[in-house]
């Protein structure tokens, strides 16, 4: 046994088996401390990846390509008896017009098919900018204008290079005739790939060059008014409650339990949720905005309690003696002093939540708000979408031009949500006291 | 909006109770000797305003809530008796029709006596409208006069009125155990409706998962299957790969920041890191179908592998990614809260740095590490954006990630949106698979919390 001992121990102070020993252990220091490195770095490179991906498909989908036409406005077509009533242009055949411009720049095209194809150049939405036009301004009747009008969908993608030109004419979406006809509008100058307002001003629609988030937009923000009308008021008297007056006792255990656990419940839970009782039992409308923010309102509760309570926690029990000391009640002890104090960190937290909120989609497609839906909600209680469930619906969609438009979709998304948090972040450093 | 009105009434009344109230009080505490008051005057206006509005707004509601069924009753009683006599479920979509026709939705031309009941109904209608509106000014006026005369120096009001508030909040702090049990019940009360029709023990073992019943009773196969096996055979296999990326991902990045960032670095990474956490569900899901899935597939064509567009694979990679953050901060909270002592006496010995973390701060911090896996694990469950637009749908049992596979939300998902029925087993398997998924999820979170709880007691 000593003789076992003895000899570790010799060998242990050769120099040269020590010297290899250390090496090793060595070597393995720096294996370990390089594979925390790379598990570091592949985390954050991932996050670099995404980010890149998407907002450059994001810049590519709030592009749009316009073709420049010499439009005739022939006041025999649009207003034939010359009244000049709105009433009357408005319902003047502009799809007529179009057609007429495409036909005087390529004359040659005279089969019906080659029309056909000829007319589907541009977007079916031209006729509604040109009426616009038109009613804005009356005195363009009789007059020839170069108009840039929006492209159909495939001609977008072929302007933006997502067409291969060199694939048989067979597999790709754009004819050898329609590249012709393009090449020879890109040789004047008449068409043109650029930043497009139709994005941010338009609802949803079938054809992807036409369609926008305005819809979305609004019905998210009708969604987050709800949801912070409900959430916030009910999270920060639950909050105060639980911190400042509630005893300690079962009911108090068995609602902090119940926060702690609604916390994790997983979204969709919430949606079927707010499906049997707000939708079933109670009767509230489908795909609205209201029953949408009721059912995020639940969800963003708890997130709103636990940050409340942490915030109020904050506050040094020395506030409080001071002013029960000078005789302020409970309540006035609270309304007066603790909250105030403790009102940065409870809007850090409402802020968070309202982001996360922002950000669903699983619960709101159990309340029926996939709905397709072109107009421009203006209330509560109308069928809308919010802009999480537009991009659900436009990655589902099978044209290759919504690919763009949902990771436009996504970049303002994701810009509303740094900006929230970059609030979030701001109030916490401006407001934040140490005690 | 007409519904408004009443509570557009009795919120004005409040206002102006409170400020005679306060008025009043005042007029008071001038005539009495100084500092006859018991408390402030808005004191005493607030409590007049709670007298104004606390009653009307409580009856109003509760003839609102109520309203519509004592309506459909007496339009029943009006109806002729031959549609009376129709047997109840008919009765029902007459109802619903003759409510449609009143709302204002034509579908066809209504019969006269289905139109007299829509006119009765309409007529009704207007009648409540009136009625509560008539008796929230009433009521908001009388509470304004009670409340006011019961106003004396002496009163304290300032009592009164903080017990009201006192109690709101009491109120609103129970909302959480009423979503709770909201959630329970409805989801317990359309399970047992299922399993009336689909046994509990063909749900939870049964092999084959097709819900969809035929149209006609005749057809083959007109029951559908309703065997979960298949989903969570499939969900356990996106979550196991989500694991097996976020996993090792997480845990080096937080042994990196815990033990080897000095403290800047690790406080500009670990909020960015928190940003994929942050970031919608709905965007990794596009990330997937635009990204990963076919990269994998390429991969896979290249090494002569056969990848399903809709990968297990890619779906369980992405969520991977979402939920590195959940591993990473919490197990670098973990390793942060073990004693620096432990920490010195091993490195004290001769320890090398990770001779420190391996033998021991990750065995001090182990409780901690599987309660952050299962929190993440829990999350993974429950996620539903990524496998709906990435993991498809076909209910195949299998483990292998390369095919395509179903979970549980993405079942209820498709079984949920669109139309549906509330009385066929389709539509209520949705809610026995929230039932279960609600389960499996709180009880992996009781015990990951149990777990963190346990262990900060240990050292604290």
Same mark, same amino acid.
């Not at chain 2, 073992?205 to 029951?223: E, K, Y």
């Not at chain 2, 001769?350 to 409780?367: D, F, K």
């Not at chain 2, 209910?395 to 596979?405: E, G, K, Q």
């Given at each position: 046994?000593?003789?076992?001992?003895?000899?570790?121990?010799?060998?242990?102070?050769?120099?040269?088996?020590?010297?290899?020993?250390?090496?090793?252990?060595?070597?393995?220091?720096?294996?370990?401390?390089?594979?925390?490195?790379?598990?570091?770095?592949?985390?954050?490179?991932?996050?670099?990846?995404?980010?890149?991906?998407?907002?450059?498909?994001?810049?590519?989908?709030?592009?749009?390509?316009?073709?420049?036409?010499?439009?005739?406005?022939?006041?025999?077509?649009?207003?034939?008896?010359?009244?000049?009533?709105?009433?009357?242009?408005?319902?003047?055949?502009?799809?007529?017009?179009?057609? &007429?411009?495409?036909?005087?720049?390529?004359?040659?095209?005279?089969?019906?098919?080659?029309?056909?194809?000829?007319?589907?150049?541009?977007?079916?939405?031209?006729?509604?900018?040109?009426?616009?036009?038109?009613?804005?301004?009356?005195?363009?009747?009789?007059?020839?204008?170069?108009?840039?009008?929006?492209?159909?969908?495939?001609?977008?993608?072929?302007?933006?290079?997502?067409?291969?030109?060199?694939?048989?004419?067979?597999?790709?979406?754009?004819?050898?005739?329609?590249?012709?006809?393009?090449?020879?509008?890109?040789?004047?100058?008449?068409?043109?790939?650029?930043?497009?307002?139709?994005?941010?001003?338009?609802?949803?629609?079938?054809?992807? &060059?036409?369609?926008?988030?305005?819809?979305?937009?609004?019905?998210?923000?009708?969604?987050?008014?709800?949801?912070?009308?409900?959430?916030?008021?009910?999270?920060?008297?639950?909050?105060?409650?639980?911190? &400042?007056?509630?005893?300690?006792?079962?009911?108090?255990?068995?609602?902090?339990?119940?926060?702690?656990?609604?916390?994790?419940?997983?979204?969709?839970?919430?949606?079927?949720?707010?499906?049997?009782?707000?939708?079933?039992?109670?009767?509230?409308?489908?795909?609205?905005?209201?029953?949408?923010?009721?059912?995020?309102?639940?969800?963003?509760?708890?997130?709103?309690?636990?940050?409340?309570?942490?915030?109020?926690?904050?506050?040094?029990?020395?506030?409080?003696?001071?002013?029960?000391?000078?005789?302020?009640?409970?309540?006035?002890?609270?309304?007066?002093?603790?909250?105030?104090?403790?009102?940065?960190?409870?809007?850090?937290?409402?802020?968070?939540?309202?982001?996360?909120?922002?950000?669903?989609?699983?619960?709101?497609?159990?309340?029926?708000?996939?709905?397709?839906?072109?107009?421009?909600?203006?209330?509560?209680?109308?069928?809308?979408?919010?802009?999480?469930?537009?991009?659900?619906?436009?990655?589902?969609?099978?044209?290759?031009?919504?690919?763009?438009?949902?990771?436009?979709?996504?970049?303002?998304?994701?810009?509303?949500?740094?900006?929230?948090?970059?609030?979030?972040?701001?109030?916490?450093?401006?407001? &934040?006291?140490?005690? | 909006?007409?519904?408004?009105?009443?509570?557009?009434?009795?919120?004005?009344?409040?206002?102006?109770?409170?400020?005679?109230?306060?008025?009043?009080?005042?007029?008071?505490?001038?005539?009495?000797?100084?500092?006859?008051?018991?408390?402030?005057?808005?004191?005493?206006?607030?409590?007049?305003?709670?007298?104004?509005?606390?009653?009307?707004?409580?009856?109003?509601?509760?003839?609102?809530?109520?309203?519509?069924?004592?309506?459909?009753?007496?339009?029943?009683?009006?109806?002729?008796?031959?549609?009376?006599?129709?047997?109840?479920?008919?009765?029902?979509?007459?109802?619903?029709?003759?409510?449609?026709?009143?709302?204002?939705?034509?579908?066809?031309?209504?019969?006269?006596?289905?139109?007299?009941?829509?006119?009765?109904?309409?007529?009704?209608?207007?009648?409540?409208?009136?009625?509560?509106?008539?008796?929230?000014?009433?009521?908001?006026?009388?509470?304004?006069?009670?409340?006011?005369?019961?106003?004396?120096?002496?009163?304290?009001?300032?009592?009164?009125?903080?017990?009201?508030?006192?109690?709101?909040?009491?109120?609103?702090?129970?909302?959480?155990?009423?979503?709770?049990?909201?959630?329970?019940?409805?989801?317990?009360?359309?399970?047992?409706?299922?399993?009336?029709?689909?046994?509990?023990?063909?749900?939870?073992?049964?092999?084959?998962?097709?819900?969809?019943?035929?149209?006609?009773?005749?057809?083959?196969?007109?029951?559908?299957?309703?065997?979960?096996?298949?989903?969570?055979?499939?969900?356990?296999?996106?979550?196991?790969?989500?694991?097996?990326?976020?996993?090792?991902?997480?845990?080096?990045?937080?042994?990196?920041?815990?033990?080897?960032?000095?403290?800047?670095?690790?406080?500009?990474?670990?909020?960015?890191?928190?940003?994929?956490?942050?970031?919608?569900?709905?965007?990794?899901?596009?990330?997937?179908?635009?990204?990963?899935?076919?990269?994998?597939?390429?991969?896979?064509?290249?090494?002569?592998?056969?990848?399903?567009?809709?990968?297990?694979?890619?779906?369980?990679?992405?969520?991977?990614?979402?939920?590195?953050?959940?591993?990473?901060?919490?197990?670098?909270?973990?390793?942060?809260?073990?004693?620096?002592?432990?920490?010195?006496?091993?490195?004290?010995?001769?320890?090398?740095?990770?001779?420190?973390?391996?033998?021991?701060?990750?065995?001090?911090?182990?409780?901690?590490?599987?309660?952050?896996?299962?929190?993440?694990?829990?999350?993974?469950?429950?996620?539903?954006?990524?496998?709906?637009?990435?993991?498809?749908?076909?209910?195949?049992?299998?483990?292998?990630?390369?095919?395509?596979?179903?979970?549980?939300?993405?079942?209820?998902?498709?079984?949920?949106?669109?139309?549906?029925?509330?009385?066929?087993?389709?539509?209520?398997?949705?809610?026995?698979?929230?039932?279960?998924?609600?389960?499996?999820?709180?009880?992996?979170?009781?015990?990951?919390?149990?777990?963190?709880?346990?262990?900060?007691?240990?050292?604290?």
């Amino acid at each position: 046994m000593t003789d076992v001992l003895a000899r570790d121990l010799a060998r242990a102070r050769n120099p040269a088996v020590a010297a290899r020993r250390a090496h090793r252990r060595r070597a393995a220091e720096a294996r370990f401390r390089a594979a925390s490195v790379a598990g570091t770095a592949v985390a954050l490179l991932t996050l670099v990846v995404l980010l890149v991906a998407l907002v450059g498909q994001g810049l590519d989908g709030l592009r749009a390509t316009r073709v420049a036409l010499d439009v005739a406005f022939d006041a025999a077509t649009v207003d034939p008896d010359g009244t000049g009533d709105p009433a009357v242009i408005a319902k003047a055949d502009f799809n007529a017009l179009v057609k &007429e411009a495409l036909r005087a720049r390529f004359p040659d095209v005279t089969t019906r098919q080659d029309r056909k194809r000829l007319n589907g150049l541009v977007s079916s939405g031209a006729l509604y900018e040109l009426r616009d036009m038109l009613l804005d301004d009356p005195g363009v009747i009789g007059t020839t204008q170069r108009v840039w009008l929006p492209a159909s969908d495939d001609v977008d993608q072929f302007a933006k290079g997502h067409i291969d030109r060199a694939a048989s004419e067979a597999e790709r979406r754009v004819s050898d005739q329609e590249i012709a006809w393009l090449d020879a509008l890109e040789a004047d100058e008449a068409l043109q790939t650029r930043f497009s307002r139709i994005f941010f001003t338009a609802g949803d629609s079938r054809e992807p &060059e036409l369609a926008g988030i305005r819809g979305a937009l609004v019905g998210s923000l009708l969604t987050m008014a709800v949801t912070a009308i409900i959430a916030f008021p009910l999270g920060v008297a639950t909050a105060i409650y639980l911190e &400042e007056f509630a005893p300690r006792n079962r009911w108090t255990d068995l609602i902090e339990v119940n926060i702690n656990n609604l916390a994790a419940v997983p979204s969709i839970v919430f949606g079927l949720l707010g499906l049997a009782i707000f939708l079933n039992v109670v009767g509230l409308p489908r795909s609205a905005p209201l029953v949408g923010g009721l059912v995020l309102a639940l969800m963003s509760l708890p997130v709103i309690i636990i940050a409340g309570r942490a915030a109020l926690t904050a506050v040094p029990p020395s506030i409080r003696e001071a002013a029960r000391g000078v005789g302020a009640s409970p309540l006035q002890v609270v309304a007066h002093h603790v909250l105030p104090l403790a009102m940065p960190g409870i809007l850090t937290g409402t802020i968070i939540a309202m982001a996360r909120a922002l950000g669903e989609t699983a619960p709101l497609l159990m309340i029926g708000m996939v709905a397709f839906v072109v107009d421009v909600p203006t209330g509560p209680m109308d069928a809308a979408t919010v802009l999480p469930v537009q991009i659900y619906l436009w990655a589902d969609s099978p044209e290759r031009a919504f690919v763009g438009k949902t990771a436009a979709a996504i970049v303002v998304l994701l810009g509303f949500l740094i900006t929230m948090n970059g609030v979030a972040v701001y109030l916490r450093r401006r407001f &934040e006291v140490k005690w | 909006m007409l519904t408004l009105l009443p509570l557009f009434t009795v919120v004005v009344l409040a206002v102006v109770g409170y400020r005679l109230g306060r008025r009043r009080a005042a007029a008071l505490a001038s005539r009495g000797a100084p500092r006859a008051l018991h408390s402030l005057p808005s004191y005493h206006g607030s409590y007049v305003a709670l007298w104004s509005a606390i009653p009307a707004l409580a009856i109003a509601l509760a003839w609102l809530v109520a309203a519509p069924h004592v309506i459909e009753s007496m339009v029943v009683d009006a109806l002729p008796d031959d549609l009376r006599a129709l047997p109840a479920g008919e009765l029902d979509v007459l109802m619903n029709e003759i409510k449609n026709l009143a709302d204002g939705y034509v579908a066809r031309a209504p019969s006269p006596a289905v139109q007299a009941a829509t006119d009765l109904t309409n007529r009704l209608r207007g009648i409540s409208a009136a009625g509560v509106a008539a008796v929230a000014l009433a009521l908001a006026s009388l509470g304004l006069l009670f409340g006011r005369r019961r106003l004396v120096p002496d009163l304290r009001a300032r009592n009164k009125v903080e017990t009201a508030v006192t109690a709101a909040m009491l109120g609103c702090s129970t909302l959480a155990v009423i979503t709770t049990f909201g959630i329970m019940l409805s989801l317990l009360f359309e399970a047992i409706r299922f399993f009336h029709v689909v046994p509990l023990g063909d749900f939870l073992f049964g092999l084959q998962w097709s819900p969809q019943t035929a149209l006609r009773a005749d057809q083959a196969g007109s029951s559908g299957a309703f065997g979960a096996v298949p989903l969570i055979v499939g969900t356990l296999l996106v979550t196991v790969v989500a694991l097996l990326v976020a996993g090792p991902i997480g845990l080096m990045a937080a042994i990196y920041m815990a033990n080897y960032a000095r403290p800047r670095v690790r406080a500009t990474i670990k909020p960015i890191l928190e940003i994929l956490a942050g970031i919608p569900t709905v965007v990794y899901a596009f990330f997937a179908v635009l990204t990963v899935a076919p990269l994998f597939r390429d991969v896979g064509a290249r090494l002569g592998l056969d990848v399903a567009s809709e990968s297990a694979l890619a779906a369980g990679v992405v969520m991977g990614i979402m939920i590195i953050p959940f591993i990473s901060s919490l197990s670098d909270d973990v390793m942060n809260a073990v004693p620096r002592a432990m920490r010195d006496g091993a490195l004290a010995l001769g320890s090398t740095t990770s001779e420190t973390i391996r033998e021991v701060v990750l065995p001090a911090a182990l409780p901690g590490i599987v309660g952050a896996f299962m929190l993440a694990f829990s999350r993974a469950v429950g996620e539903t954006m990524i496998v709906v637009m990435a993991a498809g749908l076909a209910a195949n049992l299998t483990v292998n990630p390369l095919d395509a596979v179903t979970t549980v939300t993405v079942q209820i998902v498709t079984l949920l949106v669109g139309d549906q029925e509330f009385d066929s087993p389709k539509t209520l398997s949705a809610f026995a698979l929230g039932l279960l998924l609600f389960t499996v999820t709180l009880a992996l979170n009781v015990i990951a919390l149990g777990i963190v709880k346990r262990y900060r007691e240990k050292y604290d």
